[in-house]
């Protein structure tokens, strides 16, 4: 089965699979005068299916006027440097991840976790670096489709956000959840700090949203806000 270049979620919001159907996913909102804001590139090879999306949508990159991402991690943030070349658009990013982002490396792995130093040390985590614009805080509302609100979900790396679009309902989890075989936590030798992350997501399920999209899997809109307060119930 073919691979679509975009996917709609709500109005005027896509989803881009960059790597695989949902593997890695980012994401591009419009606004009512044609703007394109994406949140997160992918890996440094992702910008070519980006484009594509786009051109799904009946964008080119000369329409992208912001890009935002979730964390400073190579799946995330691989590809921003070339959209930010190509777009001209300004980065914005967690201010706790601004360095991680400017330096091209992703935070360390979490040392309490069994082999967590050792994969920090082998994996190096590299990607081309980015210049940061607008580093971002906890509760920040940017001007993106009416107001897509930051929420600070640390642990995967020390600056990782969600983002909840609040006109359409829409979430995105970024890594602080995946949708990979079912609701879970990232693995735990790629946060930095794996406890942090089990008690940030608490706050994905006080959230209000009709839709869940995961930078890890698919959307969910089956009631996804009562999934995911489940399976946090169940991994407390």
Request: glycine share 10%.
């Amino acid at each position: 089965m073919t691979r679509p270049p975009a996917v709609p979620l709500v109005p005027n919001v896509w989803r881009i699979p960059t790597v695989g159907r949902s593997a890695v996913n980012s994401y591009a909102f419009v606004d009512d005068d044609g703007s394109v804001t994406l949140v997160d590139c992918g890996v440094a090879k992702a910008p070519a299916r980006i484009v594509r999306g786009l051109a799904a949508m009946g964008k080119a990159p000369a329409d992208v006027t912001r890009i935002v991402l979730t964390h400073a991690h190579p799946d995330h943030a691989g590809g921003a440097a070339e959209m930010s070349r190509r777009t001209g658009a300004p980065v914005s990013a967690h201010a706790a991840d601004v360095r991680y982002a400017e330096e091209g490396r992703a935070p360390g792995s979490d040392p309490a976790v069994t082999g967590g130093r050792v994969f920090a040390r082998v994996a190096g985590g590299r990607f081309p670096a980015v210049e940061v614009a607008q580093p971002l805080a906890d509760g920040d509302v940017l001007d993106v489709g009416g107001g897509l609100r930051v929420v600070h979900t640390p642990g995967h790396s020390p600056g990782h956000v969600s983002l909840l679009h609040e006109p359409t309902r829409l979430l995105i989890t970024g890594d602080a959840l995946f949708n990979v075989l079912g609701v879970r936590y990232s693995p735990k030798i790629l946060c930095s700090d794996f406890r942090m992350t089990r008690e940030t997501a608490h706050v994905l399920g006080e959230l209000e949203y009709d839709t869940a999209a995961f930078t890890h899997g698919p959307e969910l809109t089956d009631n996804p806000r009562a999934r995911i307060r489940a399976f946090l119930s169940r991994h407390t």
